[in-house]
Every structure is written in structure tokens, then in C-alpha cells.
């Protein structure tokens, strides 16, 4: 297993709308309450975000690329690739190993599994394995060790 910093990257207290974890998009009204939106468009219109600093942040992973050449250094160590990520762009990665052969299972949350893999779907051969990680939630905490 390897494992990487996540990068924080300060966001502008203009935007509008912000994505959920569950992925639906919402206003920074809904999310921070009319009352508290209301003082932050106050203070931007004042001019700036100063008086926050950088103190708000995203998550940002961009860890594609570093999966990517992980996956081709080690091609001769494995018949099975286990992705765990619906991010459709992983597609171009999943779509080689399938055409040499090796077996590749995507567990993503529910819902959340990239179109881009639809294509891959209509193979008549060796196809992707896709399972949603919710399927899998009751086995793995049936077999935890106490």
C-alpha cells in the first residue's frame, strides 16, 4: 500500500456554490445559513477575503497520474487490479490492462462510477468488474476481528 499527502488548496470566498461529499451541488446559503452568507457577502464587498487568510481550503487529489505509473511499473507483478475509485479517469489505464489480458475489479460508492467506463461495458470479452463498496460494507464488518 502506498500512501499520499493530500494537498489543501484556499478557495475564494466568491464562489457560489460548492459540491457536497454525496456530490450535489449547493449554494454557500445552504450550506453556511442565510444569516452567516449574508455577513461574508458583507465583508466582500468591503473588498476582500483578507481577514480569512487561507484558513478555507478543499481537498484536492490528484493522484491519477501517480496510480497510472504505479500500475505500469508493476504490470509483471499482477493478473488483478483492484481499483478503488469511480473516477472515470482511470479509464484509459483500466481499458490497456483489459486489452492485455488482466483482470480489473472498480469498487466505487454507490452512483458515484465515471459514464466513461459505460463503453467498456459493451466488450464481448474480458470485461471490468464493477462493485458498488456499499455491497461490500456487511461482509467486511461481519469479518472484522474484535
Known sequence: MISKEVKWIPISLEVTHLKTKKGKIKSISEILGEETNNIFKELLEKGSQEPFGSRFC????????????????ALNMFDCLILFSGDGDYKAIVEYLLD???QVIIVHPFGLRGREYNDLLLRISNRPYFCAVEKLTPFLKKNLPE
Not at 58 to 73: A, M, N
Open 58 to 73: 478543499r481537498r484536492k487529489c490528484d493522484f491519477d497520474v501517480e496510480i497510472t505509473k504505479d500500475i505500469l511499473l
Open 100 to 102: 492485455i489480458q488482466k
